[in-house]
Nanobody
């Protein structure tokens, strides 16, 4: 089992940047696919980005390609989401998630953090 704690959210103007971090407990962090999801008010939670065990493979939702970058540091048990050129439509609660196995999927994650709010003002 793994516990996840997100940090780094906040209020930023459109065009600005934020970096989210997700710290994981446990000694098997490197055996989980990690993902970032988000949920805006009144909308369903959506997959944003995912990364494989080694970090060699990544996947993004089309709306963030070229603006967001997911990365991981297995030695530090941490996954990051660098968000650049933020838009008001990126406003949401962002969740970190872990998935057992090494199939990089956009759903069926097993463990979730509590979320961190990202608000982008226009």
């Amino acid at each position: 089992q793994v516990q996840l704690v997100e940090s780094g959210g906040g209020l930023v103007q459109a065009g600005g940047s934020l970096r989210l971090s997700c710290a994981a407990s446990g000694r098997t962090f490197s055996s989980y696919v990690m993902g970032w999801f988000r949920q805006a008010p009144g909308k369903e939670r959506e997959f944003v980005a995912g990364i494989s065990w080694s970090g060699g493979r990544t996947k993004y939702v089309e709306s963030v390609k070229g603006r967001f970058t997911i990365s991981r540091d297995n030695a530090a048990n941490t996954v990051y989401l660098q968000m650049n050129s933020l838009k008001p439509e990126d406003t949401a609660v962002y969740y970190c998630a872990a998935r057992t196995g090494n199939i990089l999927m956009t759903k069926n994650y097993d463990y979730w953090g509590q979320g961190t709010q990202v608000t982008v003002s226009s």
